[in-house]
């Protein structure tokens, strides 16, 4: 049989065949540096500052002490136990973790914790860091070489004014974002495939890996390839026909990547619906932000202070809501992005459209409609124009195009360049700290002779690598310090607070209810973290999450805990037993060995100042109350409310007991500051108004009362410029302070019968406002009858999963199944088998109509949206492999066919 021989190919084109023989690392070596140096350079930032391992500090700050860190800490908990992702009873009494991990926990990183001990979890998020700032050099690497054909030591130098650029620098503590940060130049070069090349395999893994790992920062990549298509059809332009293909072909696989995501993006939408956030309006007049007058002379000023921004050594924007944009990406992008518009070799049309893209997200920093759409139709809680990595990316890019193009420059080109850096310098003046606008002056003034130099052809372009190789390293290493020194670092000593104390009372409660399948809850008496329950690992209430459902946060507010809307939080701390009672809680851990409510908490454990309270009152998760309980409604003007009424009127709803469980103090007398500088003044029952005649005096406030019999006393305070509040007890200051910045319904003891009672506060100097302070005592009488009728029908749970919860119930008279599990669409209830209406109380919490008589019960979750959010995934990831199979293996079989037939004289047949 005759054997057919194809002549042998020739060789590839490669950028370098030579090194292309030499193996992996020769055709890789400065895309590997790309990644190393970085990586060597932050790493030593965080040694310098001692960070652990390098010392006895930690990264945690902000909202990674609070969130980020906590919840990582609970996920790797839940992997290694392999616990439900759909919902978690550990925060906030109950989420939809689904929709808080799209937020953040989807970085590929965090996966790999469960194969880690939980103590080197912090050492791990530092150096998830570390891999990202490099990664993010990697990348840009990647993308210059891919785009440009250029592999030399470049692409490290630009690479690393990518990474280590003033939002990387300013946010790193914000890990959440990072991820899709550094895979802003792998979108970008998928973007320019599809558009140059048809290839659709990058652009949609790239775009939905972002999507992906942070939804809100993947809005902007996707905004990105908004407007680089427009960008891109503007400057290629090839009449609408090819327009309409472009936009059909770049339409058909965003939704591709869309669609990918569709299975845990869909439930994270319906989770934003529960939040703040979903109440924003778009902003109808015309303002700006950073300028000081909304009109044209305000733009410019606000113009002038963002391009100051661009200087090299300026302390990055932590999270202040009133800073300037993160945008500096080291003095070499800058100086070569105005020898980017002075090319000869660059078209007229793609400056005017790469300057119109910067400009553009410029004054969307500027303008507050479109910072508003550009955060997802809300305005931002702090940390603002989150989008700015984007203007330092398109920088760069601009910079490397030029540098390319440096043999078309002349010396007045880079003269126009000094002069711009020299403008920008002058516009930081009295905006900049001096030794930034100095460091960036020099080194400014360096890059510009070797650029006069070689434009005048005395210095050779190795050299320029060299030395520009040394300015970026060294501006690099000096942004990575001073990006940790402005962050700062915090100690990991009582991080978790107790350390070892809290750890081992916390496992001998675990111990107590090893054999106990119901939900019960547990919660510390003050909090370290608004995030305590994750972090130590118990089902709590607190919760600060930007995915925080309002209606919990409301109820909240309303019930005497602490909320705040905006703030997307609500916390708890040491409350009254009603509180206690309807919340389901069981046990409270006093980590200071200091607590208030002596009535029905009994100590049970202690190690050195950390102890164990039991609840005396506690209900398990699921008992019947009066059906008029689901009348019970929740004031939404938190300033408007007595919440020791609201609770009153809760206790009344539930038991039907007619009696108030609180009677309210008068007020016997006051000891304000003199009336005549600090008129305090009555205007309802706990409510006064206050001003300074003379706003030198730093005033205070009292209010005395006297207890009218013996018991359990509570105090409510919400006054202005009075967020710490002190309570005397004749006279005799407790050692505790109340914290009440998010006022509270606080237990502030038991106290006899003629005690005097005072609430103090020292307010601002000058301080004017006004004040609601209330203190009842608890009639316990009445709140012993209430809990004797509620504790006769309650459910025995017989099956709990992180998501579900059965049980059974022999419910004594018709009635209303109560529970304290935060209530949203995906709760489904089933009576005996059949699904039942829920009817949340409050709006809040999971309740439903219950007859008389033994039931069965289940409660089941799964996130809104899953179902068919997982459909579209599984039809999206089907249609992409198709297009795979028939793009990259089909198609170019009978490609390769049709060279074979096409071409016999490349076929040679030898006779055996």
Known sequence: MPAVKKRKKAEPVTLNNKSNRKGFFSKNMFIVLAFVIPFVLMTAAFGVMKVSPFGDNQILVTDLWH?????????????????????SWTQGGGVNYFALMSYYLMSPLNFLTVFLPSEWLREFLMFSVVIKVACASMFMAIFLRSL???????LVIFGCSFGFCAFFMGYYWNTIWLDTVCITPLVALGTVKLFTEGKFRLYIVSLALSLLTNYYIGLFACIFVLLSFIAYNIVKWDG???????????????????????????????????????GATFPTTFAINIGSTNDLMGVLEAIRKILSNFITFAAPAIKEADALPNIACGTLSLVLGILFFTSKKISLKEKIVDGCLIGFMIISCIIRQLDYIWHGFHFTNMIPYRFSYLISFVLVVMAFRAFMLLESSSCWDVILAALFVALVIIFGIGTQETYALVGTAVIAAVICVLLFLYTKRIVPKQVLLIVFGVIIIGESAA?????????????????????????????????????TTEMWRAEMTSTQTLNDAALNHYNGLSMFNSMANVDMTVLFENFGMMGWKSGNRYTYAEGSPVTNLFMNLKYLIARDNIYMNTYDLTEVYGVGNVKLLQNNHYLPMGFMTNSALASWQVDENEDQFNPFDKQNEFFKLATGIKDDVYTPLDVISQGHTDYNQFPVNKTAYGRYSFSCTDTTVTPHVKWNYEAPKDGLYLMYADISGGDDVTVMINDVAQSKTYGMGRSYIACIGQCKKGDKISVYSN?????????????DVLNQDVFEEGYNKLS?????????????MEGTINAQENGLFYTSVPYEEGWKAYVDGKEVTITPVGNALVAFNLDKGEHTIKLEYYPKGFAIGLTVTIICAATFAFLCVWTYIIKKRRKKKGDISENPEEVQINAE
């Open 67 to 87: 969130q980020y860190y906590p919840f990582l800490a609970d996920m790797q908990e839940k992997l290694k136990h392999g616990e439900s992702l759909f919902w």
């Open 148 to 154: 440009f054909k250029k592999n030399d030591f470049s």
């Open 240 to 278: 609408i026909k090819k327009f309409a293909t472009n936009l059909l072909r770049t339409g058909i696989y965003s939704l591709i990547a869309i669609g990918l995501t569709a299975f845990f993006l869909l439930p994270a939408f319906f989770g934003l619906q529960n939040t703040n956030a979903s």
């Open 479 to 515: 942004a990575g310090y001073i990006g940790v020194k402005t962050t700062t670092v915090t100690g990991t000593y009582d991080y978790p607070r107790g350390e070892e104390n809290t750890a081992q009372v916390i496992g001998y409660m675990d111990s107590l209810e090893s054999n």
């Open 763 to 775: 307010l601002q100097q000058g301080q004017s406002g006004s004040a609601m302070v209330f203190v």
């Open 792 to 804: 006769k029908s309650v459910m025995t749970t017989t099956k709990l999963t992180g998501s579900s």
